[in-house]
């Protein structure tokens, strides 16, 4: 009784917890139907709400902004409405912020993200898994002796909320695996963890 039961607990949990996660996301995402009039909203025109169709919208939107910025003309209009939140004084301060952490995430050429280590945290003795995100700059690189990598830390089983670390590099180790399976890693708390590699690269199964 008690192994079926154990047995139905590992195929609905995993399917309830990703039901939900999407259901959170398209939810999210289905906010940007307050953004049109009443009169034109689904739910006015059917009589009835339809989860996805703001997620459906908000992709579009998504597409089409980088469809029109891709072109000179776009890319001029972009140059404006940068200049023009330039000149808000607090808005200038979160926006270039914020843009400037996207860029280097989304970049192709950049390293943030790119790499898992294993670093010794909270003490020496305990390791965990943390991100490369690059190096230290301005005033604090000239306070730190000998090559530092900065490194972001994420909590399990919430990877979102973390901790921003600046190690020697002779301190970290780089993993032999991907991003996506150290974070497969980390939200398990421990439990996937990732198959071993060969010297060639190619995982073996344990």
Not at 26 to 51: A, C, H, K, N, W
Not at 64 to 73: D, S
Not at 174 to 183: I, Y
Request: overall charge positive; proline content about 7%.
């Amino acid at each position: 009784m008690k192994k079926y039961f154990i047995t139905g607990l590992l195929i609905w949990v995993p399917l309830a917890i990703t039901a939900w996660v999407l259901s959170l996301i398209v939810g999210t995402m289905d906010q940007s139907l307050l953004l049109l009039p009443v009169s034109i909203r689904p739910e006015t025109l059917l009589g009835f709400y339809v989860p996805g169709v703001g997620a459906i919208l908000t992709l579009l939107v998504v597409f089409l902004t980088g469809l029109v910025t891709a072109n000179i003309i776009g890319q001029r209009l972009v140059r404006f409405w940068e200049g023009v939140l330039s000149r808000i004084p607090v808005v200038k301060s979160v926006y270039y912020s914020v843009k400037q952490v996207s860029d280097t995430l989304f970049s192709s050429t950049g390293e943030a993200f790119r790499k898992a280590l294993l670093v010794q945290y909270p003490r020496s003795g305990c390791w965990t898994i943390a991100f490369l995100t690059g190096q230290p700059g301005g005033d604090v690189s000239l306070h730190l002796r000998g090559e530092y990598v900065s490194v972001y830390l994420p909590t399990t089983p919430n990877p979102t909320s973390g901790f921003f670390l600046m190690l020697p590099r002779a301190d970290v180790i780089e993993l032999d695996m991907s991003v996506d399976e150290a974070l497969k890693y980390i939200i398990s708390m421990g439990v996937v963890a990732p198959p071993m590699r060969n010297p060639l690269g190619r995982a073996q199964n344990q």
